[in-house]
């Protein structure tokens, strides 16, 4: 970065008024001192009102005639709605809200402190609005005013000795919007880089996470209710179409291509990525005399059938189980084939565990009335199955069972009731109550069949799921939570992971691979300044954006983190090793 200012070529003199610089030799060009300025937009809290302003004199600003790039994009200044100007041989940059959030700054307003802006790594796709008219035929029609009102920066006063230059390049507004300059203190206070030559004009640059519209999958991925399941897997973008047809958009050309389409009648319930493979889940018919489809996609773009009823059918790598999850339930549902990735065959399989067991299904029954709902959640690990199961002969409470595949032996593991399992490692999560009848995390120890006790107590759990040692669910409220349950001793840790009491968490999700990454969504109208955060296993964010993404847009695949923004409609990527190393 240049140590005190960024210095313009002799040719943009005129375009700018100003006349001072440096006479350099003969066959090189005059240059002059061109100071950049940002312009940090309110927009994330509505912009400031006139009656907020209450400065004193105005400025003219006019057009720049140079190349402006920020983050390697390049800005469409005479098209946009809130275009680059200068002021007095001086560079403006309009940071609407997205554009500041860009460059890793967010910004707020208070009543009496004034504007407070502040560097926190925060990203979004940089997208700037298109202005009605061409702004080149606008001239002489940009004029600034002086700000009564404090502007610090991250925690300092702009109007404080530690900014050298604030009489000579003072905080201006235009439009509403609040400019700052960006002095060499300010560049380094925002973590900002500059650069500048005559064939590449300004380029500004900065540390915080890039998000990257790809155009070309952008351009082919149609969004809305039916095209909103996404998952990428080697760089291979699959989604439904509203014609109900399953497409793929390959990410290094763009090329579309259409794989099959559904029959009219189904309703698609499910496009996700398990172990490698992209598989499609769909309903066929009534809701009793319809049929579950689940097939593979396969990579020459075939499909291969895994199921077609209520059978639930699970995959692993020495055999396949399966269980009915259709209307009237019964005991001994759970059957084994050990011919996996075959075309399904129902002859194939055969009964495994207990007749007296009612497997894949979280259940209750008092008295003469009694009834549940199928769970998809199933573990194997070496010989040994985990899944849920409800003894009828011996009714009291749905618990995790654990199935040995090859002798077909069950074994009821936990003596409470037990719902929602989830494994990470060699743990069993899962979800239970506490001696006052409140909700609360438990786990189990698949290796020395030992349970820990509770780890949080909460009057509800509406959602949850597990990354490292780390739980993290949600509350009645959707209020977001972090808990860590660790043996020998025990020891137990509640915090909240989001901190604004008004922002119930949308969905959480755990991505499985090389590294392991848990996504939090929250709503694209929560007034939160972050509405997608990315963890690692140590629970640090190593990703947070403003932008707003459904979970079911939300794939990682080889490093990478991809989005729709529902703001834009635009695909996106993040490279999240590129942050970790």
Known sequence: MLSQVVYCPEKLKRALGKETGIRMGKKNLSIFRCVVFLVFV?????????????????????LPEYLITIKGESIDNENAQYPL????????????????????????WHDKEGVAIETTGISC?????KSTQNNKTRKFQYRAIFPSFKVTINGMNYNSEAFVLKKKYPALLYNNLIYLPLTSEVAEALDLKLQFSVESGLSIENSNPKVENIDSVSSNVKYDEHSELV???????????????????????????????????????ALEVDGGNVFLNVHIGGALMGSDMVYEILNEGGKRLISDSYNRVHEFDDFNIMYWAGPMPYPGNLTISRT???????????????????????WHQ????????PSDQVYSSGDYIY??????????????????????????????????????????????????????????????QSDIHEATSVSGISQYDVLGNNVYFTDDMGLLYEVA?????????????????????????????????????????AQVPHRLLVLDKNGKIVFKTSDHSDIKNISIDNGNLYYMNSGTQHFCRVSLRDIEN
């Not at 008092?366 to 709902?373: I, K």
């Not at 003894?391 to 929602?420: C, F, Q, W």
């Not at 025990?490 to 901190?499: E, F, K, L, N, P």
């Open 42 to 62: 309110m927009s994330a809290f509505g912009m400031i009102s006139s009656a907020e302003v209450n400065g004193t004199g105005s400025v003219q600003m006019v």
């Open 85 to 108: 100007l200068n002021y007095n041989g001086i560079t403006y940059i309009p940071l609407i809200y997205n554009l500041s959030r860009t460059l890793g700054v967010e910004t707020t």
């Open 125 to 129: 796709e940089l997208y700037l609005v």
């Open 231 to 269: 998952v990428v897997i080697d760089k291979k973008i699959y989604f439904m179409t509203p014609d109900r047809t399953l497409a793929m958009v390959s990410e290094e050309d763009g090329e579309l291509a259409e794989l099959f389409q559904l029959p009219e009648e189904s309703n698609l319930s």
């Open 340 to 362: 996996p990735k075959a075309v399904y065959d129902v002859a194939d399989y055969v009964p495994l565990g207990s007749k007296s067991v009612l497997y894949g299904w979280y």
């Open 366 to 373: 008092e008295g003469d009335s009694e009834g549940g709902t």
């Open 387 to 448: 899944l849920l199961g409800f003894d009828k002969m011996h009714p009291d409470y749905t618990s995790l069972y654990e199935v040995n595949a090859i002798n077909g032996v069950s074994k009821k593991l936990i003596y409470r009731e037990t719902k929602d399992i989830k494994r990470y490692g060699d743990y069993i999560y899962y979800i239970s109550k506490d001696i006052f009848g409140h909700a609360a995390v438990y786990k189990y120890n698949m290796k020395t």
């Open 485 to 525: 349950i660790v043996e020998s001793p025990v020891s137990i840790t509640t915090g909240r992971v989001y901190q604004d009491q008004s922002a119930p968490c949308e969905a959480i999700k755990t991505f499985r691979g090389d590294r392991d990454y848990l996504v939090i969504t929250f709503g694209a109208e």
